[in-house]
C-alpha cells in the first residue's frame, strides 16, 4: 500500500492551508503568469486558466494519492484570497524525507507570507507526519528565496552545479532558458527549535522585503 499525505487543513495566525480547489483557478493562473514565477520556475508561460485547472482537478490530487508529495493553497484567513502555493514532491517514505518549495503572488510579497507558510508545513511535517528531513532548492541568483530558507532554519548543504533550469526574458518578450545551479538547504527537527519565536521578535513575518 502506498503511503500518502491527508487531506488537511494548516492554520496559522494569518494564513490558511488547505487543498487546492475549482474556485482558485482565476487566482492560479493569474500568479503563474507573474514575472517572477516565470524566471524561476518551471511553468508554462503563458499559463492559462485550464493549466490551473488541470493542475487542481487532475495533478495535484494524482501527487498526492500516489504518495509522491501535496500541493496546498495558501489563502489568507480574513480575505480567503490566495497568497500562494507550498508544493511537497519527490517524497521518499522510507526515509522520511520531502522536497518543499513555495510560490507567493506578487501582491502578497513582503508581508512574511512564505516563511509563515513554510514554517507551518514543516512543523506539521515534523510532528504529525514524523518526518525527519526536509530539503529545499533555491536556484543561486533567487535572493527571496533563499532568505525564505534562513529565515526557517535551514542549513545550506551545498551547490547542485549546473541542475537548475531559470529563465529570462529576451527584448522582443519571449522566455529563454539559462542554465544556473541550484543551492540545496535541509531541514530538520532539532532545527526548527525557538524559530518561530525568532520571526515574530524581529517584528513579525518579513522575509519578502527584498523581492521587488
Not at 526515509?95 to 518543499?100: A, K
Not at 527571496?144 to 541542475?163: H, T
Amino acid at each position: 500500500m502506498t503511503s500518502t499525505f491527508p487531506d488537511i487543513s494548516i492554520s496559522t495566525e494569518r494564513l490558511v492551508l488547505r487543498a487546492l480547489d475549482e474556485d482558485d483557478v482565476p487566482a492560479l493562473a493569474e500568479m503563474m503568469n507573474d514575472e517572477m514565477v516565470a524566471a524561476w520556475t518551471s511553468v508554462p508561460q503563458p499559463f492559462t486558466e485550464e493549466g490551473a485547472r488541470t493542475w487542481i482537478t487532475e495533478y495535484a490530487p494524482t501527487e498526492r494519492t500516489e504518495g509522491r508529495g501535496l500541493d496546498l493553497a495558501v489563502t489568507e484567513f480574513l480575505t480567503q484570497r490566495l497568497v500562494g502555493v507550498i508544493q511537497l514532491g519527490k517524497t521518499n517514505w522510507h526515509v522520511r524525507s520531502t522536497e518543499l518549495s513555495y510560490i507567493i503572488a506578487p501582491w502578497a510579497r513582503g508581508e512574511g507570507y512564505a516563511s509563515e507558510a513554510a514554517l507551518a508545513t514543516a512543523r506539521w511535517l515534523f510532528g504529525d507526519q514524523k518526518f525527519e528531513r526536509i530539503e529545499l532548492r533555491t536556484a543561486a541568483d533567487n535572493t527571496a528565496s533563499q532568505q525564505v530558507a534562513q529565515k526557517l532554519g535551514c542549513i545550506s548543504e551545498g551547490v547542485l552545479r549546473n541542475a537548475c533550469i531559470a529563465r529570462t526574458r529576451t527584448e522582443d518578450g519571449t522566455w529563454v532558458d539559462v542554465r544556473t545551479d541550484f543551492i540545496v538547504w535541509s531541514l530538520l527537527p532539532e532545527d526548527l527549535e525557538g524559530v518561530g519565536e525568532q520571526l515574530a521578535d524581529s517584528g513579525g513575518f518579513t522575509s519578502y522585503s527584498d523581492w521587488n
